[in-house]
Nanobody
Framework: QVQLVESGGGLVQPGGSLRLSCAAS????????MGWFRQAPGKERELVAT????????SYALSVKGRFTISRDNAKATMYLQMSSLKPDDTAVYYC???????WGQGTRVTVSS
């Protein structure tokens, strides 16, 4: 059974940084592309970043490109999202997801506010 646990969210001032983590279990992590999504209040969930199974290929939404970095540690079955130069528009609940699965974690809330 796919299990995903996000962590690392919190309250941060504009311009600040946070690193989110996604701990995965229940499947062979290194075999799958993974992604980070976010859902802001009153908005639909959107794809933020994707990483290939080995980590060599990444893709980002235009709104976060150059500010966010997705990475993974297959030995630890964990994926990360390093977020910098945060803006109030980045406020959302962030989720990780495995390709080919409908399973979502509980999410981790990021609030960017002064």
């Amino acid at each position: 059974q796919v299990q995903l646990v996000e962590s690392g969210g919190g309250l941060v001032q504009p311009g600040g940084s946070l690193r989110l983590s996604c701990a995965a279990s229940g499947f062979t992590f290194s075999n799958y592309y993974m992604g980070w999504f976010r859902q802001a209040p009153g908005k639909e969930r959107e794809l933020v970043a994707t990483i290939s199974s080995g980590g060599a290929w990444t893709s980002y939404a235009l709104s976060v490109k150059g500010r966010f970095t997705i990475s993974r540690d297959n030995a630890k079955a964990t994926m990360y999202l390093q977020m910098s130069s945060l803006k109030p528009d980045d406020t959302a609940v962030y989720y990780c997801k495995r390709t080919g699965s409908d399973q979502w974690g509980q999410g981790t809330r990021v609030t960017v506010s002064s």
